[in-house]
């Protein structure tokens, strides 16, 4: 059962503001291992939210995929300071159509 807990993953220019209010921030750099590692210990310890930058998901579709069909913890990505590259809006139209059978947000 998760307990709560709400963590940050990303470059540290991007998650440095989510530290400012309070979050738990993972700084890591583009090292995929570094990030998967990050992934697997923050769901270990039980966070039920973990936000990551759409920068550090990327290579990450294994452990994203994976945590995506447990209920916990809820793996959100988010723009770093570079801007969005489109992924959260991706997934959310995902699991839109997977929970409702269609797609609601009139998609391409």
């Known amino acids: 059962m998760a307990k ?5 993953i990303g470059d540290k220019e991007s998650i440095i503001a989510f530290k400012a209010v309070g979050m738990e921030t993972f700084p890591v750099e583009k090292d995929k291992d570094e990030i998967r590692k990050t992934l697997r210990r923050l769901a270990n310890e039980e966070y039920s939210v973990i936000f990551i930058t759409e920068e550090a998901c990327e290579g990450q579709d294994e452990i994203l995929e994976r945590f995506m069909a447990q209920p916990f913890p809820s793996i959100i990505p988010i723009p770093s300071s570079n801007g969005t ?16 059978g269609a797609d609601i947000l009139l998609g391409e």
Request: charged share 25%; glycine share 14%; aromatic share 0%.
């Open 4 to 8: 709560g807990k709400i963590a940050v």
């Open 85 to 100: 590259m489109g992924l959260g809006m991706t997934n959310l139209k995902r699991n839109i159509e997977k929970a409702i």
